[in-house]
């Protein structure tokens, strides 16, 4: 079965030091992998994707995922983490055995907390 | 221009009823979705719709009934309401591997 998990519930970090959000994968084939965003009490924004290509992908608001095949990861970065960071993180995959592009299977969330 | 919309934002409401939530989406999409997420957080989709024609149906209870009058709009309706209803549901239209999402409708069955 195709899954994704977020081992962490909660991250807690300082404003201006680097963010970490892990994600690991479990799908056959290749996998079309996502981070998506929720701020409170709104829909969930589209931070990036990866598809296929660069294993390193840029997105939105200055973060950046990397696709690690061999340890089936897709942990989303950020170099120097804002306030307003502050949200809660879902990671996807895409259902490959639908040929919907938008049916997307979600992990559970984390919620990152950033601190001044 | 709010890309994807949906109404009510707040949706109280006694078990039994039956209620709808409306959704519209002015990004020329084809394809459009309901997802729920629980309590927890938890996301999983309900339907999808490609130029009006249901594609996905994921084993969502026949209470719930889309309908999707053109590919701009896909309304939810929902019958005889239970307290596991109790959630927020999202609309979502989709291009490019992306999915443009609605900013929710909280509905509390009381």
């Known amino acids: 079965a195709q899954s994704v998990a977020q081992p962490e519930d909660q991250v807690n970090v300082a404003e201006g030091n680097p963010l970490t959000v892990k994600c690991t994968y479990s799908?056959?084939?290749?996998?079309?992998l996502f981070w998506y965003v929720q701020y409170p009490n709104r829909g969930l924004q589209f931070l990036l994707k990866?598809?296929?290509?660069?294993?390193l992908v840029k997105g939105s608001y200055g973060f950046e995922a990397e696709f690690n095949k061999s340890q089936t990861s897709f942990h989303l970065k950020k170099p120097s983490a804002l306030v307003s960071d502050s949200a809660l993180y879902f990671c996807?995959?895409?259902?490959?055995?639908?040929?919907?592009?938008?049916?997307?299977?979600f992990g559970q969330g984390t919620t990152l907390q950033v601190k001044p | 221009d709010t890309a994807v919309s949906q109404t009510p934002k707040y949706l109280v409401t006694q078990m039994g009823n039956d209620k709808s939530i409306k959704c519209e989406q002015n990004l020329g999409h084809d394809t459009m979705y309901w997802y729920k997420q629980d309590s927890k957080k938890f996301l999983k989709i309900m339907f999808s719709?490609?130029?009006?024609?249901?594609?996905i149906n994921e084993t969502v209870p026949n209470r719930f009934s889309p309908k999707s009058p053109d590919k701009a709009h896909l309304n939810l309706h929902i019958n005889s309401l239970e307290l596991g209803d109790s959630a927020v549901y999202f609309c979502?239209?989709?291009?490019?591997?992306?999915?443009?999402f609605g900013s929710g409708t909280q509905l509390s069955v009381l």
């Open positions: 996807a995959v895409r259902d490959i055995l639908s040929s919907n592009t938008g049916k997307l299977i």
């Open positions: 990866y598809i296929t290509g660069d294993n």
């Open positions: 799908v056959s084939g290749n996998p079309y």
């Open positions: 979502a239209s989709s291009s490019n591997e992306k999915l443009f």
């Open positions: 719709y490609n130029n009006k024609e249901l594609i």
